[in-house]
């Protein structure tokens, strides 16, 4: 049976919160089937993205039927811990990513958008849905969003096939001509999210020293308007809405400097050398962050399309791009696997963390929503046709687990981020290429 | 803040850069009289190459286009949007974007498509000087300069360069600024953008460099930890430490203020955890080393119980350090009885456990952290710098402080300072001074000018009274920055703002001299790890990870290695003003032992590079057979003759073939993986579609297949048999082999020349090269031919052309 939105069940799944959770069960507990139900489930509060490149191997992927998750595929078996909470979703696609490319699947991820053909600073792609969230449950924290990566190195040189390297190495944009670079320096992550300062009073201290300097910065930003012509002057307005932006964050650091106490983690100083270490530490400032509540949206690059990291590690000593162009052959498509494993298995003691972190009434988890996934299909083709995309987290939100949901092939991806958008609270009809929500995801209590 | 990777030797550039400022010396001058000529004299040489037999008219010119073009190009198939058979040929100028697009394909031969009926030489010839004479006249009479973006900020090299520049401290920006996107090939294109985690990080590092500058920690420490490429063997001798020391690492390292720091290390480790190299009861005396003195040593042997996990958790010396710039080093003694035994083949590389194992410890890791027991700012080159004044006696500290920063602000802000532009750094200044002293002040005021827009923006605005898309000429000032920012991609120096602030840099005699000036100096070094490393890519060879089951000898030492031979042998060609086509032919490289075992060249010995004069029967000598070509271009697992002929075509001979068309199916998707490589894509050009594009780019690949994807000549590919070199170029029909391809590359040096000033001329201006800059780059190369295409024969070229001095309002 191809699960169709009109055909849908009104059903509401209880499994999986009973472990965990009790009082936001009640929300979730309202019969959904009394349609038009007034009695509001909790928006969801957090929403996380993580980005894995070049498309997975299917068969070690899909969970075989659909409805109930049952037994748990190779690649997926690290999320066993988490399963309750984790919704697996099938035959999804990126349209505006055509013709098929390695950029056009990280630029389209988030935004469903074409990515204009230029190598120049005219790039153009679409607001990102990240971003769309972040205007509404970013505008209370101190950051409205955290951009995170794994590549220390951008690409030098040429890119790719005329696209500007911005569409591979920027999974998140403001505007459509505004790409958010990512950090992948934990230290950095770390100051960016503490500040400097070990006591609250040099914290607060340093933090009125930036302010200060952004004073003066801003001041002489205005003046510059009045020396160049029209054309530019709207280029030097999205600078002073920059200023605005860090000038809020530094007053939200400083309210919440005597707050927020300093986290339970040393100063993190270098670049730790195995992926995995980074990968984890770069998941921990997630959790902290979000603990601390310094941001709701965060989006994390886990890494890079055509990216050539080898995973000796385990076993795969062989580049990933070269190797993802495996052609059918069994024995690259094992370690296609085996790397697609390794990465859902960091994404799952990440879940576990969260899951563990007391939060309110429930956990981090429960009031988190993460996105996890990729914009190619089938990497040796560059197709975007069935996209490896999984949701996890969110029980408090009325978001069901344990499934598996296998749309009609060709759904666009877009219908998931219109999805997490409504539930954010943001209400558009529309997102990227959409053309419905993704129904049965979440309980069909209207907010 | 460290600079560097360890696999840095800054010395051994310094050597090469000392000897070839006086070759240089030697040439100054000479070219002067050719600098005078003004833009507007384009004219006179316009037209060039007169047509043999009859006088070529429009309507001969329109038979050649119907005959051998406007079968694809016409109304109805619009094959890549040219329409060529209602355009004017009687008036190219009209549509000069168009033309120019023509142009190209005819000078480089790559249309018609070599399938096609092809024009005669002479037809050819008598088409391309009709329209190049047409535009170039066109261009002379209204020259279009394009327009550069009003704002760009620094990127992370400039920003660099400018603060070694500003304050004489040496940072490492990567680690303090977000990366910089590309843009036309290069990282200063796309630089107008300002998002707030820039703005952010700026202020850090406005404020971490001006503490580091001003010799001030506010109490908290400096910590830096220095990490190993896990790649690097560590068996030998490592060029920069001490004769007798084998691995391990140099680090220039900034120290803050005198006071005592920790240096800790950590040993390698396998992925099972052990440390690596520790075998029976053998030991390893490990030595540290300032300014290669030693100030520490330590010994460390296999623990009688095997279990390592915590020898190396405190590799520590406490030391007494005097601020400033120091070289760091850790490394071991060599043991006279540590043989290099394997029980495999023996290999070079020595790194990875399981295949080609250390046979001795390695560094992993150095972290430096400190001041303890902190003993003030001290004596370094950035305070001499800043403080260029002392207050005498109280009451004065007001005046000396306005001195330090007014010249300090000269230098960043690249213009003359007037005392309104003084009030708010002071201001900073005063709230310093009033909690921590005159230093205090100083640096609270340093770090206020390097968050300064006026730092971190260039800013090239129209003239009051420019007309819209009216050409203008550029101010002495922007000038200034222009000219620095291409040569050094940093601030300009005293003597440059000099000549601008005089007004005399618009003069073609003093704008030639401050070029020339600026090319002998040291920061030139820049065009070599800058321009080139980008252009060539040489920078991604931090990429470069070739398959270990395929090329096991392949570790981070012959990297760096092949980095150090390209960007030495491309600053020779730079420092002794050589001609840019001995970048394709030259019977000389640079050499050090790794480097030359790994091409088969006899009688290298140890870690430093030297140049060294090649026979011929080495099959070294030019970039297209440089170990860091072939390697970027080539696959983790074997050599891609597609990329090395996009390489090629884009890079030397000035034809970038187009993208992939869409929906064309990956080679990989369709064809059996395990045919001979040129097999593989002779099936992929059955296909029609790809066969548009991969007949012209496959045989320039083909030409080097004799390389393999690590650079090493080969005449046989494994169980594919013996290799077959035969390539092609366009308009240069099949030929054989490297030597075939340089020969035919030779044969129109302009081809290269053109193509070197575009890429030149596109990270000397910021942005993409335009139809309307050919004339401009037609002119330069056209002016270079007789001084044989020497290096600053093309720089000075862009630097007096139309669209480095001019620029088009808006």
């Not at chain 1, 209880?14 to 089937?33: E, K, N, S, V, Y």
């Not at chain 2, 890519?537 to 398959?547: E, K, Y």
């Amino acid at each position: 049976m191809i699960i169709t939105k009109k055909a849908l069940p009104r059903r509401t799944f209880l499994r999986g919160l009973q472990a965990t959770l009790a009082l936001p069960l009640l929300d979730a507990m309202i019969p959904a089937a009394t349609a038009l139900a007034q009695t509001p489930a909790k928006p969801v509060r957090r929403l996380g993205f993580v980005y894995i490149p070049m498309g997975c191997d299917h068969g070690r992927w899909t969970p075989a039927g659909q409805g109930t998750l049952g037994e748990l595929t190779p690649i997926l078996a690290p999320l066993e811990g988490v399963k309750e909470q984790l919704t697996v979703i099938t035959n999804l696609r990126l349209e505006q990513s055509y013709p098929g490319t390695h950029d056009t699947a990280n630029a389209g991820f988030l935004s469903a958008a074409f990515a204009k053909h230029t190598e120049s600073s005219d790039y153009y792609l679409g607001t990102t849905a990240d971003q769309v969230a972040a205007k509404e449950i970013g505008r209370e924290t101190q950051l409205p969003s955290l951009e995170l990566a794994m590549d220390l190195n951008p690409l030098a040189g040429v890119c790719n096939n005329g696209y500007a390297c911005v569409y591979q190495n920027c999974l998140s944009w403001s505007s459509p001509t505004t790409p958010l670079p990512s950090e992948a320096h934990p230290r950095i992550v770390f100051e960016r999210l503490f500040g400097e300062g070990d006591s609250v009073d040099g914290r607060r201290a340093a933090l009125r020293e930036r302010a200060s300097l952004l004073d003066s910065f801003s001041d002489d930003i205005a003046r510059l308007k009045r020396r160049v012509g029209a054309t530019d002057r709207a280029r030097v307005d999205q600078y002073l809405d920059t200023i605005r932006e860090v000038e809020r964050q530094i007053q939200r650091a400083e309210a919440g400097a005597a707050t927020n106490p300093m986290p339970d983690l040393d100063r993190p100083v270098g670049v730790p050398a195995a992926f995995a270490d980074h990968a984890n530490l770069m998941f921990d400032l997630q959790v902290l962050a979000f603990q601390a509540d310094i941001t709701r949206v965060v989006t994390f690059q886990l890494a890079r399309e055509l990216n050539n990291r080898t995973y000796p590690e385990i076993g795969v000593p062989d580049p990933h791009h070269p190797t993802s162009h495996h052609g059918n052959d069994p024995e690259k498509l094992a370690k296609i696997a085996k790397i697609n494993q390794f990465h859902v298995s960091l994404f799952a003691r990440f879940l576990d963390k969260l899951k563990a972190t007391q939060d309110g009434d429930g956990s981090l988890l429960d009031n988190t929503v993460y996105l996890y996934g990729s914009g190619l299909g089938n990497s040796s083709i560059h197709d975007h046709e069935n996209l490896p995309i999984l949701v996890a987290g969110g029980a408090a939100c009325g978001m069901k687990g344990g499934r598996h949901i296998k749309y009609e092939a060709g759904t666009p991806l877009a219908n998931l981020h219109l999805t997490l958008l409504d539930r954010v609270g943001v209400r558009v009809d529309k997102f990227g290429d959409s053309n419905g929500k993704i129904e049965d995801l979440f309980d069909l209590v209207a907010l | 803040m460290r600079n560097g990777s360890p696999g840095a030797l800054p010395h051994v550039r310094a050597v090469t850069i000392g000897l070839a400022g006086l070759a240089l010396a030697v040439t100054l001058g000479v070219r002067a009289g050719a600098f005078a000529e003004a833009p507007a004299a384009e004219a006179r040489i316009a037209q060039t190459s007169p047509a043999v037999g009859a006088v070529p008219t429009a309507s001969s010119h329109r038979r050649t286009l119907d005959r051998y073009c406007v079968t694809c190009h016409n109304q109805k198939l619009k094959t890549a949007g040219v329409l060529l058979d209602t355009v004017d040929v009687a008036d190219p100028a009209a549509g000069a974007e168009v033309w120019e697009r023509v142009v190209r394909k005819l000078r480089t031969s790559t249309m018609p498509p070599s399938n096609m009926p092809q024009p005669s030489d002479e037809e050819r010839g008598q088409l391309l000087s009709w329209l190049e004479g047409a535009l170039d006249r066109a261009a002379a009479a209204r020259p279009d300069p394009g327009r550069t973006e009003t704002l760009r900020r620094l990127n992370r090299t400039e920003y660099q360069n400018a603060i070694r520049d500003l304050l004489l401290v040496e940072i490492d920006a990567a680690s303090l600024l977000p990366p910089d996107e590309s843009g036309h090939g290069f990282d200063n294109v796309i630089v107008g953008d300002l998002p707030p985690a820039l703005v952010d990080r700026y202020i850090s590092a406005a404020q971490r460099i001006s503490r580091l500058a001003t010799g001030r920690t506010q109490g908290t420490l400096q910590s830096d930890i220095i990490r190993v490429a896990p790649d690097l063997t560590q068996e030998q001798h490592a060029d920069g430490l001490p004769i007798g020391t084998r691995g391990g690492v140099s680090i220039k390292y900034t120290f803050a203020q005198d006071g005592e720091y920790d240096i800790q290390f950590y040993l390698a480790r396998s992925y099972s955890g052990d440390i690596e190299g520790l075998k029976g009861s053998e030991q390893h005396e490990i030595r540290v080393l300032l300014d290669r003195r030693p100030i520490g040593t330590m010994t460390v042997q296999r623990p009688p119980d095997g279990d390592d996990s915590l020898l190396d958790r405190n590799l520590k010396i406490r030391v007494p350090v005097t601020a400033g710039p120091h070289d760091v080093g850790v490394t071991f003694v060599r043991n006279s009885s540590s043989l290099l035994e394997t029980a495999r083949q023996p290999l070079l590389a020595h790194f990875n456990e399981r295949r080609h194992p250390r046979i001795t410890p390695a560094i992993q890791q150095v972290s430096i952290t400190g001041p303890y027991a902190a003993k003030g700012g001290g004596d370094t080159p950035s305070r001499r710098r800043i403080f260029v004044c002392r207050p005498a006696e109280a009451g004065q500290d007001d005046a000396c402080a306005r001195q330090i920063l007014s010249t300090l602000m000269r230098r960043a802000f690249r213009r003359p300072i007037v005392d309104a532009d003084l009030e708010r750094p002071l201001a900073f200044y005063r709230e310093g001074r009033s909690s921590g002293g005159f230093d205090a002040g100083i640096e609270r005021a340093v770090g206020a000018v390097l968050f300064n827009p006026e730092f971190l923006l260039r800013v090239e605005a129209d003239p009051s009274g420019a007309k819209a898309g009216v050409p203008y000429r550029i101010s002495d000032l922007e000038l200034a920055s222009r000219l620095s920012f291409f040569l050094w991609s940093s601030i300009p120096d005293d003597a440059l703002l000099d000549a601008a602030i005089r007004g005399d840099l618009r003069r073609p005699e003093v704008l030639e001299q401050q070029a020339r000036r600026m090319l002998a100096d040291p920061r030139s070094f820049n065009l070599t790890s800058n321009f080139a490393g980008q252009w060539l890519q040489l920078r991604n060879l931090d990429a470069v990870s070739p398959n270990v089951r395929l090329y096991p000898d392949f570790d981070d030492n012959l990297r760096q290695a092949f980095r150090q031979e390209s960007e030495l042998f491309v600053d020779s060609v730079l420092r002794e003003d050589r001609s840019m086509l001995d970048l394709l032919k030259a019977d000389y490289t640079f050499l050090n032992e790794r480097l030359a075992k790994h091409y088969g060249i006899a009688g290298v010995y140890g870690s430093r590079f030297r140049r060294v004069t090649l026979a011929p029967e080495s099959r070294r000598g030019g970039l297209l057979r440089h170990g860091s070509v072939l390697s970027v271009t080539s696959f983790a697992t074997r050599t891609s003759p597609v990329v090395r002929g996009v390489w090629v075509l884009s890079n030397v001979f000035g034809a970038p073939p187009p993208p992939p068309l869409p929906n064309v199916p990956a080679l990989d998707g369709n064809v059996p993986a395990n045919l001979p490589i040129r097999e593989r894509l002779a099936a992929h050009r059955k296909d029609p579609v790809c066969a548009s594009c991969h007949r012209t780019i496959d045989p320039v690949g083909f030409a080097l297949e004799n390389f393999d994807a690590v650079g090493r000549w080969r005449d046989h590919d494994g169980d594919n048999g013996a290799i077959d070199a035969e390539g092609g170029l366009p308009g240069a029909g099949t030929l054989k082999g490297v030597a075939g391809l340089e020969e035919a590359l030779l044969r129109r040096p302009e081809l290269f020349a053109a193509t070197v000033t575009e890429k030149l001329l596109t990270f000397a201006l910021g942005r993409g090269v335009e139809y309307y800059d050919a004339p401009a780059i037609r002119r330069i190369v056209r002016e270079a031919r007789p001084d044989n295409y020497r290096f600053s024969s093309l720089v000075l070229g862009i630097v007096k052309s139309v669209p480095f001095q001019m620029r088009r309002a808006s």
